[in-house]
Nanobody, 118 residues
Framework: QVQLLESGGGLVQAGGSLRLSCTAS????MAWFRQTPGKEREFVAG???????SYHSNSVRGRFRISRDSKNTAYLQMNNLKPEDTAVYYC????????????????WGQGTQVTVSS
């Protein structure tokens, strides 16, 4: 089981930026999902365990960027934030390939709230 520790959420005005961090206890492919009340967890971005390939959802491409360092920490740089980006953001890890489906991830962080005011 991969342990995940997230940080970096908060309140920001529309157009602002935030950076989320997620540190894993071991090397794995990592992803960010987000969830709002009453909705399913939505894929935001994912990155392979070596960091060679990254993926972003259509709704965030060009504004968000996932990256990782050599010490098992993944980052989600979020720019030009919009009110519709407001959600709880979850980090996830898998020993398999990056997937767009939340059900393919066994390990999850505790979640961090991102709130974008208009």
């Amino acid at each position: 089981q991969v342990q995940l520790l997230e940080s970096g959420g908060g309140l920001v005005q529309a157009g602002g930026s935030l950076r989320l961090s997620c540190t894993a206890s071991e090397r794995a492919a990592m992803a960010w999902f987000r969830q709002t009340p009453g909705k399913e967890r939505e894929f935001v971005a994912g990155i392979t365990w070596r960091g060679g390939n990254s993926y972003h959802s259509n709704s965030v491409r060009g504004r968000f960027r996932i990256s990782r360092d050599s010490k098992n920490t993944a980052y989600l740089q979020m720019n030009n934030l919009k009110p519709e980006d407001t959600a709880v953001y979850y980090c996830a890890a898998t020993q398999g390939s990056v997937s767009f489906r939340a059900s393919d991830y066994a390990d999850w962080g505790q979640g961090t709230q991102v709130t974008v005011s208009s």
